[in-house]
């Protein structure tokens, strides 16, 4: 489990991200939403120790941040970032990748990490593409080789930076099914989303930001409730009940 | 373009790089018995082995002998380097010789004819000076400016052309300081003695093992920086490491073959299309195509205008410009690297 603590984080020199406290709990999808330029990706790096924090703390199981080595912090939070290259390589041998942190120098796969790729390939459902080169796939097949390589890692919490920006609808569905599975085996899973229905539909909780602070945090029905998403991306999100469950909608 | 570009990586890299094996000894092979006197096949082995009494044995083992043996080490060496560079800046067009490693390498080694010209063996770490000097000049200038790839082949030339100026000045004032200056400045590998080789093989044999055992950290380096950190890599200091055995290695190669140029940035190419991005089979295949590209080149220096010979390197810049032009327009309209 991470928690941040008061946190502030930015980039050359400038704060982003103001006083934010907040729990990745196992078994919850977490949904971070906020305007464009709210500080939600530095605030993933930030709780992942990439870029600078600049005050407050970040816990990984309780320990700080800054006393866990480098290894150690990928062996309990796997990221996807949000720029994705896209090497020369097979998909395996992309996936291949995730399982770094558990191997030491000089780095030659064993069983268990191959079992490791299995598992991730199924839970993304990428087995069928594995042997392909990575050029040759569409930009929804590389995002399913994206999070497995992610799920590969094996790590207790799942951080993804917009994981379904540039996907259909269907592919967003399906990050969306994998989230929720990842959560009910135990996991936290936290996703910056941009697509707020698909937010409030797929995920346990929401955290929402503005201009760097956070503004609530809460369960979807309480974020819902409180009128805050009008607010602060200045939209009428109304909802209604169907047989699948809340269905939400711009009014 | 697209198809022969990611096909190939679909399938085992094993009988490619068996190929180039076998090309390999083929080319070291006709190295050691074509040239102004043939050799018999079967006379290479005793003559390497036995006291040299006779004239062929002499010429194998004090000119074809060291002549291949330079070709082998400089050509995978520089290739490899050049993988490594263009991988580790994530740029296509970075090169031993583009991003002035070698110039570097050049330069010191000229300083080092100049001032200790006795010290035959501190060349190559001279050099390995001189071009970790350039790679860290031009990583400082990248990293101050953004990085962006044109800045850095910018920053490139610039420390290349300095670094060349200087040593023109270096063998200005002491003519003696690199013995063929022009061969030095064109690259070649004729007249040479094992006593230059053996201390840049050392050089050049450590880095390899360094590079090879570093192949994994290479290819998770090639997610971006993000995702290297966010799996347990730390970039930066990597990059710094790979950068400076790069650095060995065109720095050992420069010290007793010269400013050779497009094995370092042409050979990684073909190999990237051949093989794919998964480092040590990337990195296998440079290592023996360079070798390979080197010593066929160096036997057509010899046999093209023979009795006549040019330098090793006139022969790969007149074959190799042609070909990488061709390749730059093959893949027009194409990206090469993202």
Partial sequence: ?251 | MKSWRTSSIRHSNAPLLAVLCALVLLAAGLSMCLGSALIAPGDILPALLGEPVSAAARIIRYARLPRTCACLLAGSALAVSGAVIQSVLGNPLAAPNIIGVSSGAGLAAALCGALAPAAAAAVPIAAFGGALLAVLLVLFIAERTGASKLTLVLAGAAVSGMFSAATDAVVTFVPDALNGYSDFRIGGVANLAMSRIIPAFWVILAAMLLVFSLAGELDVLLLGADTAQSLGLRAKPLRLILLALAAALAGAAVSFSGLLGFVGLIVPHIMRRLIGEDSRPLLCGCALGGAVTLTLCDLAARLLFAPYELPVGIVLSLAGGPFFIWLLLRQRGGRVHD
């Avoid at chain 1, 799920?151 to 993804?160: F, K, N, R």
């Avoid at chain 1, 229905?197 to 929402?208: E, F, K, S, V």
Wanted: proline share 4%.
């Fill in chain 1, 1 to 251: 489990m991470i928690e941040l603590e008061h946190l502030c984080a930015g980039y050359g020199g400038r704060d982003v991200v103001h006083d934010v406290t907040l729990s990745f709990c196992p078994g919850r999808v977490l949904a971070l939403l906020g305007p464009n330029g709210c500080g939600k990706s530095t605030l993933l790096r930030a709780a992942l120790g990439l870029g600078s924090r600049s005050g407050g703390r970040v816990l990984m199981d309780g320990i700080p941040l800054e006393s866990l080595p480098l290894r150690e912090r990928a062996r309990k939070a796997a990221y996807l970032a949000q720029s994705r290259t896209v090497p020369n390589i097979t998909a395996r041998r992309m996936v291949l990748h995730g399982r770094f942190p558990h191997l030491s120098y000089p780095r030659h796969y064993r069983k268990e990490d191959d079992e490791a790729v299995d598992r991730a390939l199924d839970w993304a459902d990428a087995r069928d593409i594995a042997s392909c080169p990575m050029g040759e796939l569409s930009g929804g097949q590389r995002q399913k080789v994206y999070l497995a390589m992610t799920l590969a890692q094996e790590a207790p919490t799942v951080l993804m930076d917009e994981p379904t920006t540039f996907l259909d609808v269907g592919h967003q569905l399906e990050v969306m099914a994998v989230a929720r599975r990842l959560a009910d085996a135990g996991r936290a899973v936290v996703m910056v989303l941009h697509d707020l229905p698909l937010a409030l539909r797929g995920a346990d909780d929401i955290a929402l930001l503005s201009e760097g602070r956070l503004v609530i945090c809460g369960t979807a029905e309480e974020v819902y409730a409180s009128g805050e998403l009008d607010r602060v991306f200045g939209v009428a999100l109304r909802r209604v009940e169907t047989d699948a469950g809340w269905q939400y909608y711009y009014g």
